[in-house]
Antibody, heavy 122, light 107 residues
């Protein structure tokens, strides 16, 4: 079945960096926009970043602009999130999610990974 | 766009009807409104997109409606597996915001 699997989470000190990966399988990865969504403990989901199918269109939530970079490798069916200058408030489960349709911009998120936990603490 | 959901918690019994509200701070096209269900320890699951279209595999007891700034998710008869948290989301304009959620728990 269609699947997204995140990896790369862990415990990191404030100010340090971390790169998350999201491996996709059983769908045409290069045809869909993708997102990162995070969820802090006990809170609702917060959309973080979007990348279009061809990486030409990217959007970020204001709180991560200039610190996080979303990218993708269509030859490897993998999505990335490079997170620099991490802060305690970035602590959350990070999910990757797939656009439902072939839209160049946003769409409903029809497939989600299981999430990877990022803890920013000294 | 800020989304507000009400009520915060809905306490109902199996078999009852659940009506959840989502209000947007500005008008959004119904094409860009979704509802998700989330259970503890799981990722959210897409229920409704385009305000009223059910996602693949979603039972017909789930229905969505609304336009402009006011949207509704209705669960016609609650099954035991429907007790969860429900989020609305707009995806028409970045940032693609979620509402704070409505928890549907067992009365």
């Amino acid at each position: 079945q269609v699947q997204l699997v995140e990896s790369g989470g862990g415990v990191v000190q404030p100010g340090r960096s971390l790169r998350l990966s999201c491996a996709a399988s059983r769908f045409t990865f290069s045809s869909y926009g993708l997102h990162w969504v995070r969820q802090a403990p006990g809170k609702g989901p917060e959309w973080v970043a979007f990348i279009s199918y061809d990486a030409s269109n990217k959007h970020y939530v204001d709180s991560v602009k200039g610190r996080f970079t979303i990218s993708r490798d269509n030859s490897r069916n993998t999505l990335y999130l490079q997170m620099n200058s991490l802060r305690p408030e970035d602590t959350a489960v990070y999910y990757c999610a797939k656009n439902r349709g072939y839209n160049y911009g946003g769409d409903a998120f029809d497939i989600w990974g299981q999430g990877t936990m990022v803890t920013v603490s000294s | 766009i800020v989304l507000t959901q009400s009520p915060g918690t809905l306490s109902l019994s199996p078999g009852e009807r659940a009506t959840l509200s989502c209000r947007a701070s500005q008008s959004i096209s119904s094409v860009y409104l979704a509802w998700y269900q989330q259970k503890p320890g799981q990722a959210p699951r897409l229920l409704i997109y385009g305000a009223s279209s059910r996602a693949t595999g979603i039972p017909d007891r789930f229905s969505g409606s609304g336009s402009g700034t006011d949207f509704t998710l209705t669960i016609s008869r609650l099954e035991p597996e429907d007790f969860a948290v429900y989020y609305c989301q707009q995806y028409g304009r970045s940032p693609f915001t979620f509402g704070p959620g409505t928890k549907v728990d067992i009365k």
